[in-house]
């Protein structure tokens, strides 16, 4: 695109301050071994929404990207009047991340996690030559497939089988995006060992996760859209959380935003949920523990099995890393809240009948976490809120579009011998 340059930007090591250019697809510290994310330092301190750039990409000054991929969309921010009237709210506003073509959301995955891969796909990256491997519990395979497919970029996806069901699309994925599976009874867990082993071949190389800037700054997208249509910074922010990197880059979009100076100095309250049975999150921070606390395998992946919203079951999040998720609720402060499947189903309901559009699961999670503070008093009926809905409109898209879903090429046991998987990923990957 002939208007779009390279973003200006260096990164910076949270554990001990190393500056450093962002030159090879960088993860980690290059100077130090502690365990910590590093963050983008952008040249442009005050952000201009670039409305000349298509969908996401109008929000380029605080993304760290080189290039513009098609058929991105961004989060749609808007104040709530009906779901804002059932909870007595006066300043809840609605941050859209899905498809309500309506309300102009036009992410056709229903899901932010495009946000991330259109961030992640435009990053500047020397490892063209081989095959990024992303590891998901199913909405972050489903966009990377979507982003990869549509761009032709080489892609291989790890999925536990379960959540297989997660890979729809209204038209077929590209050859150069792979998918394995864990067979069932598997979890993300289990995904994220597959493609570890994986990346320890020299055909491919990993996305990172939390650990890439750029997975975090599209994320942190969702709050740019809120300030700017706001006009300030919230009071709080309402999300959903497996890993918690959403409201990492959450944070980190706030603190952007108070350095700009134009928005406000004050830190959203960080009020994030979990599926109950399953809280890792909320073990640890009301245990006042910044390592996760222990947790039996067969004992989490039943809990997995009981909850709705299965993109919500990581059991090893950027929660004690440094800059990672409990350094930005102590910074921040903020509450971690469990809501049940059955909370969830009915602010589901409530939304849907009083905003007009279905949530999904892992959303439907943070409405009714909202609901939830609102009945026990810990949100104030003026408070500007910020409710980040990470994922709606697929109930919509699915009646307006044929469905078809993506089948893995290769299923592999939960706790695989590492050699026959490399030896498969070969032969696949020869035959391309």
């Known amino acids: 695109m002939a208007n779009f340059t390279k973003t200006e ?36 301190k005050q952000l201009r929404v670039r409305e000349e750039l298509p969908g996401l990409y109008k929000y380029a000054d605080w993304l760290p990207i080189n290039r513009v991929l098609d058929g991105s969309g961004a989060p749609v921010t ?16 609605i941050t859209f991340n899905g498809y309500w073509p309506e309300k102009g959301a036009v992410m056709n995955t229903g899901s932010f996690k495009e946000c991330e891969a ?8 020397y490892n063209e030559e081989k095959t990024m491997v992303v590891a998901s ?12 497919s549509e761009n032709k970029i080489p892609l291989l996806l790890c999925v536990p089988s379960d959540n297989l069901k997660a890979l729809w699309f209204n038209e077929p994925i590209d050859p150069c995006v792979k998918l394995i599976a864990t067979e069932s009874g598997g979890d993300y ?26 997975r975090r700054d599209g994320m942190g997208t969702t709050v740019l859209s809120a300030v700017t249509t706001i006009g300030q910074i919230p009071d709080y922010y ?50 006042g523990s910044r390592k996760m606390l222990p947790m039996d395998d067969a004992v989490a992946r039943k809990q997995v099995e009981e909850i709705d919203a299965k993109v919500l079951s990581n059991r090893k999040p950027p929660y004690g890393i440094s800059g990672g998720l409990y350094d930005a609720m102590t910074d921040a402060g903020g509450e971690v809240l469990a809501v049940t499947n059955e909370e969830a189903d009915l602010a589901s309901t409530l939304f849907e009948l009083n905003e007009g ?67 498969q990923l070969q032969e696949l990957f020869l035959q391309v």
């Open 357 to 423: 559009i279905d949530l999904e699961p892992a959303a439907a999670v943070a409405a009714a976490s909202l609901k939830q503070a609102v009945e026990a008093g810990k949100v104030e009926k003026d408070a500007v809120i910020m409710l980040n809905v990470t994922g709606g409109g697929i109930q919509k898209f699915q009646k307006e579009n044929k469905i078809q879903f993506m089948k893995p090429d290769l299923v592999f046991p939960v706790d695989p011998d590492p050699r026959m998987v490399k030896e």
């Open 189 to 214: 867990f289990d995904a994220i060992h597959l493609s570890n082993i994986a990346c320890e071949m020299d055909i491919f190389f990993p996305e990172g996760g939390a650990k890439n800037v750029a």
């Open 118 to 125: 259109y961030s992640v796909c435009a990053r500047t990256n």
């Open 238 to 287: 309402f999300q959903a959380v497996g890993s918690g990197t959403g409201a990492i880059a959450a944070w980190e979009a706030n603190l952007r935003f108070i350095e700009d100076g134009r928005f406000g100095s004050n830190k959203m309250k960080l009020m994030v949920s979990q599926n109950a049975p399953f809280t890792p999150i909320k073990d640890a921070w009301e245990a």
């Open 137 to 148: 519990a199913g909405n972050t395979a489903r966009a990377f497939a979507r982003v990869c």
């Open 78 to 93: 808007y104040k709530s009047e009906g779901f804002a009237r059932e909870l007595g709210l006066e300043n809840l506003y």
């Open 9 to 44: 930007y260096y990164l910076e090591s949270l554990c001990c301050g190393t500056r450093f250019n962002d030159g090879n697809w960088e993860l980690s510290c290059p100077e130090n071994e502690t365990p910590s994310l590093i963050r983008a330092i952008y040249a442009q």
